[in-house]
């Protein structure tokens, strides 16, 4: 089944506490992307990747880190986590078409930092 | 800079109406304009996708209008159904470059 996965779909850490929340998708698209939701807000960009090894900075990239080691995967880190990072997060893999740009998002991944 | 709008924010309405969700933007230059379902749990899943050429597009019970002058999308859903409420959200493109600028969605419930 065409997906992307997205792990840990739930998470409850502390301020400071390095953690990483990963990325892959199986239908071998170059473009991912990470987001950002918050109530009352649309989606924010973090950070996209247009290929391997290609990382671009979005809307909203401090206090973020990403990678791109592998078509597949697209990690994003959390270095030193702060309470204003709580926040639903969503990876995304985009294919083109001819209609234009097809997003396809995991499940999300909800994080709470104390 | 593009700014996207939705109102209201959340809208409940009884099975089986016809309803209209509306999306405003800012910039009227844009590529092409997405509406996209948001589940709990489940991510967000497109469901149609019109292109600055275009005028609507219609899948199912849904019918998605473009007016750029007006700077102005709408949702059209038919025969509304529970298995319809999610949260609705819309996108725009200024470009063939995958950013998109969201709305913060409107939020259907569907009464039985």
């Known amino acids: 089944e065409a997906q992307v996965t997205q792990n840990p779909r739930y998470l409850i850490t502390v301020t400071g506490k390095k953690l990483t929340v990963t990325c892959s998708q199986n239908?071998?698209?170059?473009?991912m992307s990470w987001y950002r939701q918050d109530p009352g807000l649309g989606l924010r960009q973090i950070y996209y990747s247009m290929n391997v090894e290609v990382t671009d900075k979005g809307d909203v990239p401090e206090g973020y880190k990403v990678s791109r080691k592998e078509k597949r995967n697209f990690p994003l880190i959390l270095e030193s986590p702060s309470p204003n990072q709580t926040s639903l997060y969503f990876c995304?893999?985009?294919?083109?078409?001819?209609?234009?740009?097809?997003?396809?998002f995991g499940p999300g991944t909800r994080l709470l930092v104390l | 800079k593009q700014e996207v709008t939705q109102i209201p924010a959340a809208l409940s309405v009884p099975e089986g109406e016809n309803l209209v969700l509306n999306c405003s933007f800012t910039d009227s230059a844009i590529y092409n304009l997405q509406w996209f379902r948001q589940d709990p749990g489940k991510g967000l899943t497109s469901l149609l996708l019109i292109q600055s050429s275009q005028r609507e597009q219609t899948s199912g019970r849904l019918n998605a209008s473009l007016d750029k002058s007006s700077g102005r999308s709408t949702l059209y859903i038919a025969a509304s159904q529970p298995g319809d409420s999610a949260t609705y959200l819309c996108?725009?493109?200024?470009?063939?470059?995958?950013?998109?600028?969201w709305g913060a969605g409107t939020k259907l419930i569907i009464k039985p």
């Open positions: 995304a893999s985009g294919r083109r078409t001819g209609k234009g740009e097809t997003q396809y």
């Open positions: 239908m071998n698209h170059e473009y």
């Open positions: 996108a725009t493109s200024m470009d063939s470059n995958y950013q998109l600028i």
